[in-house]
């Protein structure tokens, strides 16, 4: 977490983002890439992800519309979010390309016997698949690499689809919990952006997040909790390796008058059950840079094995 309001905070959220561009420098240097692919949805990480490479780029001496930036519009897609998007990658001078996957997706559920009315959890993965496919390819076609966009907050509660969003050539955010994704992207916005990328921005900062893949479906947050929680959690468990009796009663204190007691237990309970249920995505982890204390790198700072038993932390979170 950055510090308060002002230039601390400020310069903070730069040198992130100088970090996480500098991995992508590296890693294209290495493997003498110049080309990057990238989906851009109108939401924050993608958002960041895009702002990411294009700081990359530019100290690469490379020409924006190296990047191929697409968005790849499906059932539950938003006006707001698509617009959001396309203004995004056309600002940022990539090579913009829009690409419906609504009858791919269509064709795919009825080759594997799936109604599409039915909105489960196939009906959200094969759109999510889907998109990551489209992407691999074009990147197999223009001789690049695809950039990943999950954060850190993501793969801490396994809030990815498996061979989908979790899976890229390099993923710049995964060592960026979603509380700081707002704060580096609002100042890009104030600090770096020209007039009508700043509106575009701040725009996305506004908007609810949401998956978008499901119409009318519940925001992201109100599924799986409030992610500056989530954040707090994680932060503590991993950085000092509090149980979840001490992290409650520190998550009390913090969140004073803004989460009553039964909202910090219920979404502490989540958080448990689904840090140990989904580490096996964390265990096969696409490369990313690690730009502060906490990551979950299975290559790093993290090892854990994918069938580790939750039952005391989660007994401890229960009984709370």
């Known amino acids: 977490m950055p510090p308060a309001e002002g ?11 100088q970090l996480q561009a500098r991995g992508l420098c590296q890693r294209m240097l290495g493997i003498g890439c110049k080309k990057a692919v990238i989906g ?29 930036a697409i968005t790849m519009p499906c059932f539950a897609t ?16 990539t ?15 009825q080759d594997i016997g799936h109604d599409m009315n039915n909105t489960d959890i196939a009906y959200e993965n094969i759109q999510a698949r889907e998109r990551t496919q489209v992407l691999m390819d074009v990147a197999n076609m223009e001789g690049g690499i695809v950039i990943g966009t999950g954060d850190l907050s993501e793969l801490a509660l396994g809030w990815c689809t498996y061979n989908g969003d979790h899976i890229s050539h390099y993923g710049v955010n995964c060592g960026v919990p979603k509380t700081l994704v707002k ?17 575009t921005l701040l725009s996305i900062l506004g908007t609810e997040i949401t998956p978008e893949l499901v119409p009318g479906g519940a925001s992201t947050e109100e599924r799986i909790g409030k992610y500056d929680l989530h954040d707090f959690f994680l932060y503590y468990m991993l950085r000092f390796g509090y149980p979840p009796r001490k992290i409650y009663r520190a998550a009390r204190i913090t969140f004073a008058g803004v989460y009553d007691d039964a909202t910090i237990k219920k979404w502490l309970t989540t958080f448990v059950r689904r840090f140990f249920t989904q580490q096996f995505k964390r265990s096969c982890l ?24 939750s039952a005391l932390w989660l007994r401890e979170a229960e009984n709370l």
């Open 7 to 17: 230039s601390a905070r400020k310069q903070r959220c730069l040198d992130i983002l």
């Open 183 to 199: 704060f580096i992207v609002e100042t890009y916005a104030r600090e770096l952006a020209a007039p009508d990328t700043r509106d």
């Open 78 to 93: 938003g006006e707001k979010t698509l617009k959001n998007a396309t203004d995004l990658c056309r600002q940022m001078g």
């Open 95 to 109: 090579d913009f390309r829009r690409v419906d996957i609504s009858a791919a997706c269509t064709l795919h559920g």
């Open 286 to 309: 696409p490369d990313g840079p690690k730009v502060g204390t906490v990551t979950l790198s299975p290559r790093g700072d993290w090892r854990m094995p994918s069938d580790a038993v």
């Open 40 to 68: 851009i949805s109108g939401g924050l990480d993608s958002t960041l992800a895009l702002l990411v490479t294009r700081t990359a780029f530019d100290a690469l001496g490379l020409p924006p519309k190296n990047i191929v």
